[in-house]
């Protein structure tokens, strides 16, 4: 796992010794003396993740972490404070000030490369989804995703797997103050409460009793609805080994099973804040992908989505042997709509038809908008006779009952004339059949419209 690692320090044999151990892992590392330096790097765009220290004359640790999660540019880098501060209240202090992880001198060589690890899969992993965003043009990450980056990481839900009361009761102790805590002392039924619960985290201990815990934690891996679930392992002092190999099969982070209470919290915190980040942003990306492909007004598919995939479906239908149709639909007199009752009232038309459109056919029917007051639906599995007969039902739901417009204020008549064509030889595709169910939709148009009429061409 290559990744740029920002090492800032006031004291040189300190940046030394980081730049050695972090080396012999392939990280590449670059170094800063003093905060206003480190700021720069990062403005640049150069950084996957910081260790920062957090005692440095003029601008201390806190104040650079601070400015950093302030900027539109820099919130989402990861930064890990190394201090020798290991104070309650340093902790919280480095937390505020955004901090994503801690690490007390002299630092731990297994502590640090897991550390490091964890967040630069993170980072990562947000950089892709800020890469599909952008792509997306839907990067609008100063307002909800900044937000999300800013959350206080408090009120989560967090499932503890452990069989010892006394771990439990502990946990629950320092963590349930700040989040729900739920527990299970069956690790057969952890994965099934884990995927069900819409939890934040889930701690689970590395040495149950009766269940190898590495294999739970592969499990909530390979599971869609856990996949992005941070995983937390309790863990004995000298488990180094059992302790890598759940790191690697994908758990987030550790804690000592009797360390210090306050970093347990630390630790929470920092996971149920970073879940809730990724999950806006791929939410944003979501979003986005279905403003893409999705007509704004009807919320049907848009001509674009439509051309790229109609191709596909006439394939599938060709390659197995399966009938496949097309409708071309056009909203009768709709220019004679806007010009009497408005564009509102054409919109609303358009929406109602849409609608009534997609309650009159099945699931796995592609309906989308065409262009203006055309549109256009694909019947996979579907000969030429089956879908004049939808045909015919649509058409009868548009006619047999007015449209509301201009908020309810008025009704109108509105049909419809619709053309149809089928995949009906091995060297039919999508651009054939579209153009021979676009001559039947004319002729339906020229017969004095408001019918049905298919091209068996």
């Known amino acids: 796992m290559s990744a740029r690692v920002l090492v800032v320090d006031d004291v040189r044999a300190n940046l030394k010794l980081l730049e050695v151990r972090l080396s012999a892992e392939y990280f590449e590392v670059i170094s800063a003396s003093n905060g206003p330096q480190a700021l720069e790097i990062c403005e640049r765009g150069q950084v996957d993740i910081i260790l920062l220290d957090v005692m440095m004359p003029g601008m201390d640790g806190f104040e650079v972490a601070r400015r950093l999660k302030a900027g539109p540019a820099t919130h989402h880098i990861p930064i890990i404070m190394v201090t020798a501060l290991d104070q309650p209240a340093d902790r919280v202090k480095g937390l505020e000030a955004g901090a994503d992880d801690f690490l007390t001198k002299p630092v731990n060589d297994l ?161 149920v804040r970073r879940k809730r ?100 639906v694909v019947m996979p599995d579907t000969d030429l006779g089956v879908a004049a007969t939808v045909a015919e039902r649509i058409r009868r739901r548009i006619a047999g009952e007015p449209f509301p417009v201009n908020r309810g204020a008025r009704s109108i008549e509105v049909t419809i004339s619709i053309g149809i064509a089928a995949r009906v030889s091995p060297d039919d595709d999508a651009q054939i059949i579209l153009k021979r169910a676009d001559e039947a939709l004319y002729r339906a148009k020229r017969d004095g419209r408001n019918r049905v009429v298919a091209n068996a061409a």
């Open 111 to 271: 502590a640090l490369i897991t550390r490091v690890r964890s967040l630069v899969r993170l980072k990562m992993v947000t950089d892709e989804l800020r890469m599909r965003a952008v792509t997306s043009g839907e990067i609008n990450l100063s307002d909800q995703v900044f937000a999300a980056a800013s959350d206080s990481g408090l009120n989560g839900r967090v499932l503890v797997v452990d069989d010892r009361t006394s771990t439990v009761e502990r946990i629950d102790e320092a963590v349930g103050r700040q989040h729900t805590v739920d527990v299970e002392t069956d690790p057969t039924q952890a994965l099934f409460r884990a995927a069900e619960g819409n939890y934040d985290l889930l701690m689970l201990s590395l040495d149950l009793r009766s269940f190898d815990s590495l294999r739970l934690v592969g499990q909530v891996r390979s599971l869609d609805r856990t996949r992005h679930l941070p995983v937390l392992l309790l863990t004995e002092p000298g488990n180094d080994a059992r302790l890598m190999r759940g790191l690697d099969l994908g758990a987030n982070d550790y804690i000592q099973r009797s360390g210090d209470k306050n970093e347990m919290i630390a630790r929470v915190r920092t996971q």
């Open 277 to 376: 980040y990724t999950e806006k942003l791929r939410d944003n990306v979501q979003n986005s992908m279905e403003l893409a492909v999705t007509d704004a007004l009807t919320s049907l598919y848009n001509r674009r989505y439509m051309e790229s995939h109609v191709g596909t479906l006439v394939e599938r239908s060709a390659s197995r042997g399966k009938s496949l149709s097309v409708l071309i639909l056009d909203i009768d007199y709709f220019k004679s709509i806007n010009d009497s009752y408005g564009h509102d009232a054409g919109d609303d038309v358009l929406r109602e038809f849409a609608e009534r459109l997609k309650s009159s056919i099945r699931g796995i029917d592609l309906a989308c908008r065409y262009g203006g007051e055309e549109f256009v």
